[in-house]
């Protein structure tokens, strides 16, 4: 198998599942009670939690634990609402994740007013535009830090600088980004920031939020004490000992993936670009994801190359996995300008620290192939 999806989730590492396996067996306590035997729980969460913020540039104190990117999305959303019952507005970016949209709409329903700003032919969000866009009843700004998609990677110092200056929130999705290009929470300005662990070769069920110091932030979840009273739920510990481990291993190889990655990436695109005809990259040529390839093949459907793709053993999508199976095209490819048909084109291919040339290589060539049957039996395609 040639597993080229790793922007949906990557493969646990050796190493990640050894650190979690105490946790599931001798060292089962409830990190909340106060015997000794808890206390190796609850170290063991602190220990990660440092790992954590090392990788972001943050104080541990700030990193807390959730069950992975779609609570932490929430959670900020919501609870940048409740802060302020004078401040009810949002601003977000039309190519956000699922997480990011479907809150919003959640809230818009409850009363918040939501702006949703458009994006360039190549995803990227313009920061005049957002700053435009804040109002006095601005709550918060959201904008990812990189497409889930398209692999884009949106200017988010120079938005969190505006936000700043506005006296405006500034959250940031960064599941895709973190663990694979290098973030630094203080020179990005962001304020709170999501992350998960099963996309950096961790667990999947872990996430966290950071929420920067000093700011008045509610929960989400209510019942407990949990994450210094702001996560109530006792604590996924091993899921938590990996996220950290995963943490540990990102931020000593992160160099050497984005040279690597970057360099089979752009291998993989050349091949495409020069030896397919009507093929269309989608995305930021340049500010784009290390491991990050997506394409619209014209004349034909992703989904029915993704089938063929699959009987050869590659592994591959269309898209986001959270939208797998929907009919309806790809939210982010409309974004960028793409007609729904050119959308409904398109096949993503995200690459991981063991993927080799080899594949690559033979990856392409599984394409050239399909690509040549398909349009052949195509009355459509001229």
């Known amino acids: 198998m040639i597993y080229l999806d790793n922007a949906a989730t990557t493969k646990p590492k050796k190493e990640v599942i050894e650190a979690m396996m105490p946790y599931l067996t001798d060292y089962y306590g409830n990190p909340s009670a106060i015997y000794q035997f808890a206390g190796e729980a609850k170290a063991a969460i602190e220990n990660a939690r440092e790992s954590c913020a090392r990788l972001i540039g943050a104080?541990?104190?700030?990193?807390?634990?959730?069950?992975?990117?779609?609570?932490?999305d929430n959670w900020a959303l919501v609870q940048a609402v409740r802060l302020n019952p004078d401040k009810k507005h949002i601003i977000i970016i039309r190519i956000e994740h699922h997480a990011i949209l479907h809150t919003a709409q959640a809230l818009r329903l409850e009363g918040s007013e939501v702006t949703v700003l458009g994006v360039d032919e190549r995803g990227r969000i313009n920061p005049k535009d957002i700053e435009d866009a804040i109002r006095p009843d601005t709550a918060l700004i959201s904008v990812m830090t990189a497409n889930n998609e398209i692999g884009t990677i949106e200017p988010i110092e120079e938005i969190g600088r505006i936000?700043?200056?506005?006296?405006?929130?500034?959250?940031?999705?960064?599941?895709?980004?973190?663990g694979q290009i290098p973030l630094d929470v203080n020179k990005l300005n962001v304020d709170l920031l999501s992350a998960s662990a099963h996309k950096i070769y961790g667990p999947k069920g872990v996430g966290l939020l950071?929420?920067?110091?000093?700011?008045?932030?509610?929960?989400l979840l209510h019942g407990g004490g949990q994450e210094r009273n702001r996560r109530a739920g006792t604590e996924n510990v091993a899921g938590i000992v990996g996220f950290g481990k995963a943490c540990d291993i990102a931020y000593?190889?992160?160099?050497?993936?984005?040279?690597?990655?970057?360099?089979?990436?752009?291998?993989?695109?050349?091949?495409?670009?020069?030896e397919i005809s009507d093929v269309n990259l989608?995305?930021?040529?340049?500010?784009?994801?290390?491991?990050n390839a997506n394409f619209s093949f014209r004349g034909i459907e992703g989904e029915s190359l993704l089938i063929m793709l699959d009987m050869r053993g590659i592994c591959a999508s269309s898209g986001s996995a959270c939208t797998a199976g929907s009919i309806d095209p790809s939210h982010v490819l409309l974004a960028t300008g793409l007609s729904p048909e050119e959308a409904r084109e398109s096949v993503r291919l995200t690459l991981s620290d063991e993927t080799t040339m080899e594949e690559i290589d033979?990856?392409?060539?599984?394409?050239?192939?399909?690509?040549?049957?398909?349009?052949?039996?195509?009355?459509?395609?001229n």
């Open 252 to 274: 000593e190889s992160l160099d050497d993936r984005m040279k690597r990655e970057s360099e089979l990436r752009d291998h993989l695109i050349h091949r495409v670009l020069t």
């Open 59 to 72: 104080k541990a104190s700030a990193i807390h634990f959730t069950s992975g990117g779609t609570e932490s």
């Open 362 to 381: 033979q990856t392409v060539e599984a394409l050239k192939q399909i690509v040549h049957d398909f349009r052949e039996m195509s009355p459509l395609y």
């Open 282 to 291: 989608n995305g930021d040529p340049v500010h784009r994801l290390p491991n």
């Open 163 to 178: 936000a700043h200056e506005h006296g405006v929130l500034f959250h940031t999705d960064a599941v895709q980004a973190f």
């Open 210 to 219: 950071y929420i920067k110091e000093g700011l008045k932030f509610g929960s």
